[in-house]
């Protein structure tokens, strides 16, 4: 059952009165001493200065990261270019320069190993040398080896913000031993702490120097090299592409300055040029250019040229000039005697054109080397008098006659046949002309080479329509005026001359040149009859050209005596002495063309001073090429007729 909770106690409380209680007296208290404070301090939470520096850290961390995947992602090749910039170096493998040979393969032009010297300008401060004028004590040291000045040198080497600067170019073995001994005594002394090694920044890069070992044998052809290694004249100009081939490059690392064999290295070959043959024959070349210089330097002419050829194939065996150039030595050479005046000179024929005229007149029907031709001794034609080379009475000649003893005013009569008016004679004659090759590149190909000039027949002056027939008033070159004759002597077919005869590439097979191109000028009958009339300028007594007989060999020839445009004033002035032709005539094998300008000392006329050489020259080829001798010889041909008969 459950126990009862005992009854609360009343607390009694005092009985509120009915009268309003009195106030209460203001207690007057006493201000409270200060307290003193018994709050404790309490240190601040370090979460936020660890978020603060986290942040911090994150923010950092991820500046580094962005800049490490822009160096090692998106700059990544840039700064490993630069950096291989640095420490690879790259130089370039000279192809070796392909020769140029004569017709038996001898050397006219190759090319020997030589350096190109070089050095790294870095290597010359005064941080790395501890010396403060390196590059002046290098270029002082190199001057004399190199031939190069000691203050143009310093300057290269103090070049600033490159590692690369050439001090000479080609240089042979023996200059780079010179400098490799030099630097060697240097190491020692600085090894033993007597001085700088201030060559230690000269390098050598291997290349190759064109040398040319018959100095001034044919230089006019080959022309020569500059310093880049390019072709810059004769044939070393026009077939440079063939010659140099393709250069190569080499890249290693490399550490102050030298490679470091196992960082590795790339290589691109170098491809070597072509090798060239030539047609010309170096003996015979030797035996022209030996006979024209000896000429000139005897007539004190300003020039000669000698042209060579294979009547039959167009082959020039010989171009010679003088004065000529030794292309290994081009700083004492004449520049007016650089080039090719063979090719490159333009010079109105004279007498040895005529030949041009008979062929047109016996091959038109018009005449025959036994037709009468009455020669006076002055002839008016048009504004002009016109006359012979010598002062003569009436002569009663042959057309054999006329050209046996070079008449002008007989050439004159005789074309004026071709046509029933002169402006049709002259249109018959321009066309033989032309297909002589006059007015044309003759189709070797030479830079810079003269077409000569032949106006056209309407175009042609009073005087030029009579002076044209005996070769004034038209221009041509050496090569030219040869391959006028080689025509005849091939039976009246013109074979484009050539100079090449092919090329061997650096797999060694052999492309020979594209065969020549061959044009019908004359007949054979023609060609045959004209070579006739030129053996009696020869073997007839009464000929211009008696100078140039070779005992055992019919020879065919002609004289000429032109009189000569300065080329400074635009205006006649001296002669040209010239003479061409073929032998044997019975069977043409060898075509001889000379001429010289302006002899000033002796005889001028063709004969006197040409001839000689013709003979000299055509001899010394007709040997070395071993021509038999000639058959029998020819009837001779009538030159006058008797006027009474």
Not at 180 to 185: A, C, G, I, R, W
Not at 414 to 426: I, R, S
Not at 493 to 500: D, F, G, M, Q
Request: aromatic residues 6%; charged residues 20%; hydrophobic residues 35%.
């Amino acid at each position: 059952m459950p126990s009862k909770e005992p009854p609360r106690r009343r607390v009694p409380v005092p009985a509120r009165s009915a009268r309003p209680a009195a106030p209460a007296r203001p207690v007057r208290r006493r201000p409270a001493p200060p307290r003193r404070s018994t709050r404790t301090l309490r240190l601040g939470s370090p979460r936020p200065r660890l978020r603060l520096i986290s942040l911090c850290l994150t923010v950092v961390m991820g500046i580094f990261v962005v800049r490490l995947l822009q160096v090692q992602a998106v700059d990544a090749s840039a700064y490993a270019t630069k950096a291989d910039k640095n420490r690879y170096l790259s130089h370039t493998l000279t192809a070796d320069r392909g020769e140029i040979t004569d017709r038996s393969g001898v050397a006219l032009a190759a090319s020997v190993d030589a350096y190109d010297i070089t050095a790294d300008p870095t290597m010359f401060t005064r941080k790395q040398t501890h010396v403060a004028d390196a590059p002046q004590q290098a270029g002082a040291l190199l001057a004399p080896i190199l031939g190069v000045d000691a203050d143009t040198l310093a300057k290269k080497l103090a070049t600033p913000r490159t590692r690369y600067v050439l001090l000479a170019r080609r240089q042979t073995p023996q200059v780079w031993n010179q400098i490799k001994d030099l630097q060697s005594v240097l190491l020692q002394k600085a090894s033993a702490k007597k001085g700088a090694n201030v060559l230690a920044g000269v390098f050598h890069e291997p290349t190759t120097k064109r040398v040319y070992p018959n100095g001034d044998l044919a230089a006019g052809v080959l022309g020569w090299v500059n310093a880049a290694g390019k072709g810059a004249g004769g044939l070393e100009s026009s077939l440079n592409k063939e010659l140099a081939g393709r250069n190569g490059k080499i890249t290693y690392a490399q550490s102050g300055g030298r490679q470091v064999p196992t960082a590795g290295r790339s290589e691109v070959p170098a491809v070597a040029g072509s090798d060239v043959q030539l047609t010309l024959d170096r003996d015979i070349q030797w035996a022209a250019q030996s006979a024209i210089s000896a000429q000139v330097k005897k007539s004190k002419a300003d020039r000669g040229y000698v042209v060579v050829q294979d009547t039959r194939t167009g082959e020039v065996l010989a171009m010679a000039d003088a004065p000529g150039f030794d292309p290994n030595d081009l700083r004492h050479a004449n520049p007016a005697d650089l080039g090719n005046a063979a090719l490159q000179d333009a010079f109105e024929p004279g007498s040895t054109s005529k030949v041009m005229s008979m062929s047109a007149v016996i091959e038109e029907g018009v005449a025959t080397p036994a037709t009468h031709v009455t020669v006076p001794n002055r002839l008016h034609r048009g504004d002009r008098l016109f006359h012979d080379d010598i002062d003569h009475d009436t002569w009663s000649l042959t057309l054999n006659g006329v050209l046996a003893k070079s008449s002008n005013i007989g050439t004159i009569l005789a074309a004026g046949q071709l046509g029933k008016t002169q402006p049709e004679a002259n249109k018959v004659l321009y066309s033989y002309l032309r297909k002589f090759g006059i007015g044309r590149p003759s189709g070797v190909g030479f830079p810079g080479e003269t077409p000569g000039i032949l106006a056209k027949p309407q175009d042609w002056s009073t005087s030029q329509q009579y002076t044209i027939p005996f070769g004034q008033g038209l221009s041509l070159n050496a090569l030219q005026a040869a391959s006028i004759y080689s025509t005849i002597g091939n039976g009246g077919v013109r074979v484009e001359p050539s100079l090449i005869r092919g090329t061997k590439g650096p797999d060694g097979r052999f492309d020979p040149a594209p065969e020549p191109s061959r044009t019908r000028v004359v007949s054979e009958k023609t060609a045959k009859t004209v070579s006739r009339m030129l053996e009696s300028v020869v073997g007839d007594e009464e000929g211009t050209g008696v100078s140039a007989r070779i005992p055992g060999y019919r020879v065919a020839g002609k004289t000429g005596t032109a009189n000569r445009v300065d080329p400074r004033t635009g205006r006649y002035r001296g002669y040209t002495a010239s003479f061409a032709g073929f032998a044997p005539a019975d069977n043409p094998r060898v075509t001889v063309y000379c001429a010289i300008q302006n002899p000033t000392s002796g005889p001028y006329f063709g004969g006197s001073i040409c001839g000689p050489i013709y003979k000299k020259v055509m001899e010394f080829a007709l040997k070395s090429l071993q021509v038999p001798p000639t058959g029998k010889k020819a009837a001779p041909l009538p030159v006058t007729f008797d006027p009474e008969q």
